[in-house]
T-cell receptor
């Protein structure tokens, strides 16, 4: 019954590899997001998709490519991983505009460690 | 866009006491939201206050918003050890509609 699920939970990989993180939401939300949380707990938005259309694309290296096959899924593919990519990546979803008291629903995160 | 600033960065109180966290931001907003993050977990949405609202309550939480000062506060009354977590404010910015997070306040409630 998990509302926003992302896999894998942990990912340890070597520099230079390519990896993907998958995210799915079953809330019927129309917008999904990827956030990066660094070691100091700073959360920064990376991408946002609304009904499969890219609407926010922050200054992120083009090694990061999001893909949204449908409005319930938003995957993140990372090419040529670097040490600095090590972080926790969170997927989230929401309905836009915000309805009532509802904010974003976050997944539990993917801890990526590049060695 | 610049992140908001929470104050204090860390707060340690005894169970039963009230905890107040403040947030300042720089841009125009649609709404301001507060989230909780337990160690090693995802963020949980606590409360949303719209730009035309001044105060909102939810259980033991009270949020205020002063758009003229671009600031908000989160009050947790009668704190419990289970409230130990990091608390983040997030602003839904105009016109970008990005949700921009502050740096967080780490709250420790001692039993």
């Amino acid at each position: 019954d998990t509302a926003v699920s992302q896999t894998p939970k942990y990912l340890v990989t070597q520099m230079g590899n390519d990896k993907s993180i998958k995210c799915e939401q079953n809330l019927g939300h129309d917008t999904m997001y990827w956030y990066k949380q660094d070691s100091k707990k700073f959360l920064k938005i990376m991408f946002s998709y609304n009904n499969k259309e890219l609407i926010i694309n922050e200054t992120v290296p083009n090694r990061f490519s999001p893909k949204s096959p449908d409005k319930a899924h938003l995957n993140l593919h990372i090419n040529s991983l670097e040490l600095g990519d090590s972080a926790v990546y969170f997927c989230a979803s929401s309905q836009r505009p915000a309805r009532g008291n509802y904010g974003y629903t976050f997944g539990s995160g993917t801890r990526l460690t590049v060695v | 866009s610049q992140q908001g600033e929470e104050d204090p960065q860390a707060l340690s109180i005894q169970e039963g006491e009230n905890a107040t966290m403040n947030c300042s931001y720089k841009t125009s907003i649609n709404n301001l939201q507060w989230y909780r993050q337990n160690s090693g977990r995802g963020l949980v949405h606590l409360i949303l206050i719209r730009s035309n609202e001044r105060e909102k309550h939810s259980g033991r939480l009270r949020v205020t918003l002063d758009t003229s000062k671009k600031s908000s506060s989160l009050l947790i009354t009668a704190s419990r050890a289970a409230d130990t977590a990091s608390y983040f404010c997030a602003t839904d910015e105009v016109p970008s509609e990005k949700l921009v997070f502050g740096k967080g306040t780490k709250l420790t409630v001692n039993p």
